[in-house]
């Protein structure tokens, strides 16, 4: 199994620099080639990576300041670019704004990078042009390493390796449960057994204090120092946010995936949700305000965080994630199957119209989305297994009579049932 393994470097002022260039070079190679492709794709023409490294190889005379970096590293750029534009078309790729980007290599040949260790605390890597890098040993490789990317967040260098550990995942159990999981506004997600998870990413003083700085920026001027010492605080802010919110989303992972057979979740087009309401000018949107909060805080959940964390986590245990259609899943009562967009009373509260069952919209949600992804389920299931399979109706919901068999799905426990959060921040 591929499995990623990401270290702190301790790079010298020399090493810094250097690696700065070759982010550098990987820019204009990115932006350089980006254009080209773009006038052959204008003319009706398409540029290939073959053809684009012979002639990066050829412009080396040329510019001879190309040679500073290791060719490996600006071919992989290269390869990164024919990606990115097989998959999102030659004109939605962006270029890389000395400003926004944040530099990021990969030298992808296993045999130019050595691993050594140097004490309890301390391992170094050669590299093609960098020499022997200092890292951080917190944790073993566990594998072959087959590529190293080293990149800068802020101040900060890492270096990632991509280890072959050589274990394959392990069988799925199918006596093992099965989850199904509402992501939400409210909390980040839900699930079908009525746990929740949720914490907050900034604390009130920081955002405080990122207001404060957004207001400072205001008053500075383009190029200065200040600015760029002010954007350096913001940054670092902005950082602290995204672990918090990787590290929850790591830990909510293994809190959904273990232990379970199959993670279902609702295909969410998160693009199209935090679309801008703002419209045209001939036809401006309606509730502009309360959709940029809403936008706000979507994307401040990160669904498609928690979407990778699970896939992650799924792949190390042997779950199969499956994402069903969202429609009508928080107006469907997991009951009766009765569909009414009455019985969602508020945000947080459902009430079936037809049979008053009460629970939690975000666990109705779960709960349908459980239903609707464990449909077929059987199908992969090898022959002659045992398992117990939930009775189902007619419309795929599992049937009334199998809503006991776990802790806190009677309606009466929906009032008092213990919301599971990770708080903290
Ligand atoms: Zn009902």
């Known amino acids: 199994m591929l499995v990623g393994r990401k270290y702190r470097l301790a790079l010298d002022s020399e090493q810094?620099?250097?690696?700065?260039?070759?982010?550098d070079i990987c820019r204009a190679v990115w932006n350089t080639g980006l254009e080209q492709r773009?006038?052959?794709?204008?003319?009706?023409?398409?540029?290939?990576y073959v053809q684009q490294a012979r002639e990066m190889a050829e412009a080396k005379s040329e510019h001879p300041w190309l040679r500073a970096a290791p060719s490996h590293i600006l071919q992989q750029t290269l390869r990164d670019l024919d990606r990115a534009c097989r998959a999102h078309g030659t004109f939605s790729v962006r270029w890389k704004s000395k400003t926004r980007w944040r530099p990021s290599f990969r030298f992808p040949d296993p045999k130019q990078?050595?691993?050594?260790?140097?004490?309890?605390?301390?391992?170094?890597?050669r590299l093609p042009k960098l020499g022997w890098v200092r890292f951080r040993w917190t944790r073993p490789l566990d594998g072959a390493v087959k590529a190293a990317t080293l990149s800068r967040d802020g101040a900060q260098w890492h270096i990632s390796f991509l280890v072959e550990t050589g274990r394959k995942a392990p069988a799925v159990s199918l006596e093992r449960g099965r989850v199904g999981v509402d992501r939400g506004v409210v909390f980040a997600a839900a699930t079908?057994?009525?746990?929740?998870?949720?914490?907050?990413?900034?604390?009130?003083?920081?955002?405080?204090?990122?207001?404060?700085?957004?207001?400072?920026?205001?008053?500075?001027?383009?190029?200065?120092?200040?600015?760029?010492?002010?954007?350096?605080?913001?940054?670092?802010?902005?950082?602290?946010v995204r672990n918090r919110r990787r590290d929850f989303h790591?830990?909510?992972?293994?809190?959904?995936?273990?232990?379970?057979?199959?993670?279902?979740?609702?295909?969410?087009?998160?693009?199209?949700?935090t679309a801008s309401?703002?419209?045209?000018?001939s036809r401006p949107g309606t509730k502009v305000r309360q959709k940029a909060g809403l936008n706000r805080a979507i994307l401040d959940k990160g669904w498609h965080g928690l979407e990778l964390a699970i896939r992650n986590r799924a792949r190390k245990t042997g779950a199969v994630v499956r994402k069903v259609n969202p429609a009508y899943t928080s107006q469907t009562c997991p009951v009766c199957g009765h569909v009414d967009s009455n019985s969602?009373?508020?945000?947080?509260?459902?009430v079936c119209t037809s049979c008053g069952y009460a629970e939690h919209a975000d666990t109705v949600g779960a709960k349908n989305t459980l239903a609707r992804g464990h449909t077929g389920f059987r199908a992969w299931r090898p022959r002659g297994c045992p398992v117990r399979e939930a009775p189902t109706d007619s419309r795929g919901n599992p049937?009334?009579?199998?809503?006991g068999h776990r802790a806190g799905n009677s309606p009466a426990s929906a009032a008092g049932r213990n919301v599971n959060l990770i708080l903290g921040a």
């Open 344 to 350: 969602r009373k508020s945000q947080a509260k459902f």
């Open 277 to 281: 309401a703002r419209g045209t000018v």
């Open 192 to 240: 079908d057994d009525g746990r929740f998870f949720d914490r907050t990413f900034i604390s009130p003083g920081e955002a405080a204090r990122y207001r404060r700085l957004q207001q400072q920026l205001a008053r500075t001027r383009k190029g200065s120092k200040r600015r760029k010492s002010c954007m350096g605080k913001m940054g670092r802010i902005m950082r602290r």
């Open 16 to 23: 810094s620099e250097v690696a700065e260039g070759f982010g």
């Open 399 to 403: 049937a009334a009579s199998s809503l």
């Open 250 to 273: 790591a830990r909510t992972a293994c809190r959904i995936v273990d232990g379970n057979a199959l993670v279902v979740l609702e295909r969410l087009p998160v693009r199209n949700m």
């Open 38 to 48: 773009r006038a052959y794709r204008q003319r009706g023409g398409w540029m290939s």
């Open 113 to 125: 990078i050595t691993v050594e260790r140097l004490n309890r605390k301390w391992a170094r890597v």
